[in-house]
């Protein structure tokens, strides 16, 4: 059975630093691409991809709004990808996910990813 589990959210204050992980399991880590995204729920705004690792050679892709701030990599012994989040800003602020891409690429568009976790929230304030 697949499944994805985000952990590590939380409070921090700006210029603060959290790190997210993705537990998966039914699948490794090494054989698919694994995405964050995420999304503020309230008011709704559109789901935003942060970064993806792809699983051939490891391959890392930020959104500009993240890149030099946010950092992917997994561990494949753990079988869990990691989202290391330093330099937070208030707008980081969001319910962050995880999702495998069953594809060959490593994309940043949600459509491409079959299975998602339910999210963890992240809240960046003084």
């Known amino acids: 059975q697949v499944q994805l589990v985000e952990s590590g959210g939380g409070l921090a204050q700006p210029g603060g630093s959290l790190r997210l992980s993705c537990a998966v399991s039914?699948?490794?880590?090494?054989?698919?691409?694994i995405g964050w995204f995420r999304q503020v729920p309230v008011p709704r705004k559109e789901r935003e991809g942060v970064?993806?690792?792809?699983?051939?050679?490891?391959?890392?892709y930020y959104a500009e709004a993240v890149k030099g701030r946010f950092t992917i990599s997994r561990d494949e012994a753990k079988n869990t990808v990691y989202l290391q989040m330093n330099s937070l800003k208030p707008e980081d602020t969001a319910v962050y996910y995880c999702?495998?891409?069953?594809?060959?690429?490593?994309?940043?568009?949600?459509?491409?990813?079959?299975?998602w976790g339910l999210g963890t929230q992240v809240t960046v304030s003084s």
């Open positions: 999702a495998r891409d069953p594809g060959d690429g490593c994309g940043l568009e949600g459509y491409q990813y079959d299975y």
């Open positions: 970064s993806c690792i792809s699983p051939s050679d490891g391959s890392t």
């Open positions: 039914g699948f490794t880590v090494d054989d698919y691409a």
